[in-house]
Each structure stands twice: as structure tokens, then as C-alpha cells.
């Protein structure tokens, strides 16, 4: 297995957007699948842009991986690097750091992980976070475990290891039976496809299929479309396949438990042209500007999303309103990582640098600028202030999801709680800390409408993952607790 050095540039990035953990891809029965792989993984970059990986098996060859730092785009389509990843039979994986290390700083963090076992080897690729990883990982290196990366996704090879269990997909039930928090994994053996679901379904998997024999797991359906595999359905909450000839076993290794998918995916970090739960992640996202627009009107001349994220809700709101629809920011397409390097000074352009006002559409005019999220707060100012020089008369922040208050423990890239804004100021205290004439998010309820479900009658009992927002944790990370963090107090 050959390791890399890491990417030349970093990206410009303001830190104040919540960072899915990763992306993660798996194909069997195909020539040449890691080729089906990368393009699944060029599907998923937005999951993470960190670093990417891919381990293939060929009969002749064994197992092969490369992992490298950087864009899929940038990695993945050199002849001489799929060359080196024959087989009709791969998994892959685009990361954002959450657990483990910041800002990839070691090769060794990037997945899938691969370990070798009495009965062949087998490699894994995990999408969210191990809230027990720490105890686990005291536990495993007290037994003599050694680890090779900062990643909490490592405790599950070294827990299968420990597994006395006869095959791969048995040690894995054994594994992941052992952990808590969230996780969707897409792993594989010499002739074996496997996907899991954490009990609660938190983080997204998908199963498509090409053809009679052939088959792919992702984690949004939007990845399948770009291999030309037909979508067949969600693998479900707490369910295990394992796909070998052509053919999907499926088992159920945990005790059934109640879904609690995560909202965040419908608001943020899903692709729109995705599908989550039989609906378009568009139209779910569209509706909530429909939503918002009904629970927070106010008299502007233009709704303006911010780009890319705020678009559909900034669609949906314009025609709930009746006010038009204009692109009042313009997003540099073209950006990517830097050309040159990243000074302090280019850092500090921030936003300038992604993002570009339209002045002649907006200048005299009242302005709702739609955005998904409010987190530190710090890129609303600058949005706010490029919308103000441009000379609008009124901004008016109107916001796709409700105030986020919480960290996430579950696989998303979150500030410690008292850097959120929410957490620390009312609604009326942040419109005036950004500086907007005003400043509205749309409501948890209106948020649960928007996504096609109505909170149960028992409202501390919803459909959804909403941690981040209510501060109700579906699983207690017992890590965090354990080095003090306060969970939000029973009402």
C-alpha cells in the first residue's frame, strides 16, 4: 500500500459552515470498479475535501490502495495512479476531519482502513462518530491493541480483531454492536460488498444496482446517477447487506430502535438533487423557504439566496412572498483551492474571495438574504457589510434552519458550544451583533413540516435527529460527558 504526500495548497475556508464527516462509496461485479469508485467519490466531494482513498481486490494482485490528499478530480483520474487499483471489486471515501486530527494532517487518518485477518483481510470506510471512541480506544491499547492513525473509525478493525467470530461479517457485527454514536460503513473482503446502518439511521447509505450482477452502496443517491446505477432503496436503520454473486443478503444485528436520521442532511449537506426518504432533498429544501417565508414575512424588494446553499429556500420563499427573485450574490465557480498560497493576508479576504455581490440588482433596494444556517456568526457580518457597500437600503436575514445551539457528536464538524452564536444569544441580541435590520430562522416545528413530517405527540420524541438545534442528544456522548461536557437539562 503506498501513502502520499499531502495536497501543496490548503483552502480558503471561514470556518463558519458545519463540515460533514465524509462521503463514502463501494462497488462490486464491475471491471475496472475503481474507476465506478472515483466517480461515485467526484459525486460525494462535497461530503468532504480534505483527503480521499480507494482499496480495490484482484484476484492476482490482492488488495491494492491508494490514499491521497486533495480533490477526487485532482487524485483520481491519473492513469498511473488506477493503474495501481485493478479489480472488480472497491470501496472509497472522501473525508472532512471531525474526530482524529484537524485539517488532515497525516496520510495514515485518511480511509478506508484495511487490516489483515486470520481469514483475509478486509477494509473499511465509516461515515459519522464513535461518541465512546476514547474509552474504546483505552480499552484496546491497554490489551495490547497498536493504532496507526488518530481516527476513531480505527477502533472498529481493531475490534474486530479481538472478535472470536468465524467470518469478517460476524466480527463486524461483533464490532459495531460494541460501539456508540453514528456510523454508516461500507466495507469489503476478497469477494464481499458489506453495508451497516447504525440503529438510529443517523447518517445516510444507499443500495443501487447495474445490471444482474452488479451492485453499489453510497451515501446519497446522487453518486449512483453518475455511475448510471438504478437507485433501489435506503439501506434501513440497523440493517446489515452483505453482497457476494450477484446477491444482497440482508440481517439485522442490533435491537430495533426508533429512526433519528439526521435533519442537518435535508437542510445542508446532502446534494439537492439527491433523495432522502423517498423525496427530493430540492423540493424538502424548497419547502422550507415556503415555510419560512409563511412564519417570518417582512416587506423587501428582493430575496437573494446565499450561494449555493440558500438557493431552493430562497425559491421557495420568493414565491411564498410574492417578492422576486434575484441573484444578488454571485459565486466564484471556480475556486477551489487556492492558485497561490494561502497567506494570512488572503485569509483574511474570506468570503471576498468566494463570493461577489451583484450591485447593479441590488443597490437601493431592501434585500431578504435566505442562507441555510447561522453558526459562528462571522461570514453574516461580511456577507451583511459586501450587501451594504453594494448600497442596499434594508438586509434582512431570513434563515433555513432553526438557531444552532448545540455541537454535533454524530459525524459533524461543530464549534465547542460556546462558540456557537445561538448558544450564547437570543434571536434579537444576534440581529444586532451581525448588524441586519432583521433576523429570523424558521422553527423547529416549521422545519419538521418542511421535511414532510409532523413532530409525534410527543414532541421529545421526533422522527429526526435535531440535537444540534433542541440539545436532545438521541445517544449521550458518553466522551464529551466524560471530559465535562453539560447536556442540555430535562424540561
Known amino acids: 500500500m503506498r501513502l502520499f504526500p499531502a495536497h501543496p495548497f490548503e483552502p480558503i475556508d471561514d470556518g463558519d459552515k458545519l463540515k460533514e464527516e465524509c462521503g463514502i462509496f463501494g462497488v462490486i461485479g464491475m471491471a475496472d470498479a475503481a474507476n465506478f469508485v472515483a466517480l461515485g467519490l467526484h459525486a460525494l ?103 496507526q492513525s488518530s481516527s476513531d473509525s480505527e477502533c472498529i478493525i481493531h475490534l474486530m480483531a479481538r472478535s472470536i ?51 453499489a452502496l453510497s451515501s446519497e443517491t446522487c453518486a449512483l446517477d453518475i455511475i448510471g446505477a438504478e437507485f433501489v432503496r435506503e439501506i434501513e436503520p440497523g ?48 419547502q422550507i423557504g415556503v415555510e419560512l417565508a409563511r412564519e417570518a414575512p417582512v416587506d423587501a424588494d428582493l430575496v437573494c439566496p446565499v450561494p449555493d446553499s440558500g438557493t431552493p429556500a430562497a425559491i421557495g420563499y420568493a414565491h411564498e412572498s410574492g417578492i422576486p427573485y434575484g441573484m444578488g450574490i454571485i459565486r466564484n465557480q471556480y475556486m477551489g483551492r ?46 451583511k457589510d459586501m450587501i451594504l457597500e453594494a448600497g442596499a437600503a434594508e438586509v434582512h436575514f431570513r434563515i433555513a434552519s432553526p438557531p444552532t445551539a448545540w455541537p454535533c457528536f454524530y459525524g459533524v464538524d461543530t464549534p465547542e458550544r460556546s462558540k456557537l452564536l445561538a448558544a450564547t444569544m437570543s434571536e434579537d441580541e444576534m440581529r444586532d451583533w451581525i448588524g441586519v435590520n432583521s433576523l429570523k430562522f424558521i422553527s423547529l416545528d416549521g422545519l419538521y413540516r418542511a421535511a414532510g413530517e409532523a413532530r409525534g405527540r410527543n414532541p421529545r420524541a421526533p422522527q429526526f435527529c435535531d440535537a444540534c438545534f433542541s440539545g436532545e442528544y438521541p445517544v449521550a456522548p458518553s466522551d464529551k460527558i466524560e471530559e465535562g461536557f453539560q447536556m442540555k437539562a430535562a424540561e
Not at 93 to 119: C, L, N, W
Request: positive net charge.
Open 338 to 383: 487556492t492558485f497561490i498560497e494561502p497567506t494570512e493576508q488572503i485569509r483574511n479576504m474570506g468570503v471576498r474571495l468566494k463570493l461577489n455581490v451583484n450591485r447593479a440588482l441590488i443597490k437601493g433596494k431592501r434585500v431578504i438574504l435566505v442562507d441555510d444556517s447561522v453558526v459562528r456568526g462571522t461570514t453574516s457580518r461580511k456577507i
Open 239 to 286: 440493517e446489515m447487506v452483505v453482497i457476494e454473486d450477484g446477491k444482497v443478503n440482508s440481517t439485522r444485528p442490533f435491537a430495533p430502535q426508533a429512526s433519528r436520521f439526521c435533519i442537518f442532511e435535508q437542510v445542508y449537506f446532502s446534494r439537492p438533487d439527491s433523495i432522502i426518504g423517498g423525496r427530493s432533498v430540492y423540493e424538502t429544501r424548497r
Open 165 to 215: 467470530q468465524k467470518t469478517i461479517p460476524e466480527r463486524m457485527k461483533d464490532a459495531l454492536r460494541r460501539v456508540e454514536g453514528a456510523f454508516s460503513v461500507v466495507a469489503m473482503t476478497r469477494t464481499k460488498l458489506i453495508g451497516v446502518r447504525d440503529p438510529l439511521g443517523v447518517r445516510p447509505l444507499v443500495l443501487g444496482r447495474l445490471g444482474d450482477q452488479s451492485w
Open 45 to 147: 466531494q462535497h461530503r468532504g475535501q480534505e483527503a480521499g482513498g480507494i482499496v480495490t481486490f484482484d484476484p492476482e494482485a490482492g488488495f491494492n490502495s491508494e490514499r491521497r490528499f486533495g480533490y477526487v478530480r485532482d487524485n483520481f483520474t491519473r492513469a498511473d495512479v488506477m493503474k495501481g487499483l485493478p479489480g472488480t471489486l472497491a470501496i472509497g471515501h472522501v473525508r472532512y476531519s471531525t474526530a482524529g486530527s484537524k485539517g488532515a494532517t497525516a496520510i495514515r487518518d485518511v480511509q478506508p482502513f484495511f487490516g489483515e485477518f486470520a481469514m483475509g483481510g478486509a477494509a473499511i470506510a465509516h461515515n459519522g462518530n464513535l461518541t465512546n471512541a476514547a474509552a474504546l480506544r483505552k480499552e484496546l491499547v491497554e490489551r495490547g491493541s497498536i493504532f
